[in-house]
């Protein structure tokens, strides 16, 4: 009996219309459950985005002042670099327009030591071409010429070093020595001299001419190059006696 009643039970009398509609209901829910969820995670990240927006417009409105004078300062900074720059160039360029030694300074280091002795009669200086210091030019195209974009100052200073750095200053003397000895006493303290590269007694002959014992002799100095040329002395050193200069005049 009890085997027939659960027979009896499972026995589905529901028309078949009725069982596909209510699948379909089922699919519509789960469906509908599906798109609900897909629909609040959507929600949730758009609002955990929106946040770390807002947040992240805060943090640049905050670093902007910052980053403003940041883009300030480094605006300024490359300004007083070129400014800088330009400075030194024409500094260059003067000091370097000042580098010829004085001639009063020459004159001067030739009669100090110049003993009684010895009479001088003939001084020359001039410039003569430093053959260790010729550096071939190289030929400059127009296109070269025309996108040039060196600085005025560069391009002078350039120009005065080509041309001033391979001469030199030569002296030539001419006199009468009374004494020979005299005379190399007089080479050798010109010799010593820091201002002069070069001493040569280019020439000593016995004055026929006149009853007085002594001889005719041509010496040829080289003055040694100035500030800021090759082989010059360092620029402290001319900074140096200036300042000592100065001092002296002020007194």
Do not use: C
């Amino acid at each position: 009996m009890t085997e027939l009643i659960s027979q009896i039970a499972v026995i589905d009398f529901l028309p078949a219309s009725y069982r596909e509609q209510s699948a379909k209901r089922r699919t519509h829910v789960w469906r509908g459950v599906v798109v609900a969820l897909f629909a609040m995670i959507l929600g949730t990240s758009g609002y955990f985005q929106y946040q770390m927006y807002e947040a992240a417009k805060k943090d640049l409105a905050a670093v902007e002042p910052a980053y403003a004078a940041a883009q300030l300062a480094t605006k300024e900074l490359a300004e007083a670099q070129s400014k800088l720059s330009t400075a030194v160039q024409q500094a260059e360029l003067l000091t370097y327009l000042r580098h010829p030694w004085l001639r009063s300074r020459v004159l001067t280091a030739i009669v100090d030591p110049l003993p009684s002795s010895l009479t001088l009669s003939t001084l020359n200086l001039s410039y003569q071409t430093d053959q260790q210091q010729v550096k071939p030019t190289a030929a400059v195209s127009e296109s070269q010429t025309a996108i040039d974009s060196t600085p005025p100052a560069v391009k002078d200073l350039k120009r005065l070093r080509s041309e001033l750095d391979q001469v030199q200053l030569v002296v030539i003397l001419t006199g009468q020595a009374g004494e020979t000895a005299a005379l190399h006493q007089y080479l050798a303290a010109l010799g010593v001299n820091e201002l002069f590269s070069e001493v040569e007694l280019r020439s000593i002959e016995a004055d026929v001419s006149k009853l007085a014992r002594g001889a005719q002799f041509a010496i040829r100095l080289v003055v040694r190059p100035s500030y800021g040329q090759p082989q010059g002395p360092p620029p402290t050193a001319g900074i140096a006696e200036s300042s000592s200069a100065s001092s002296k005049a002020g007194a």
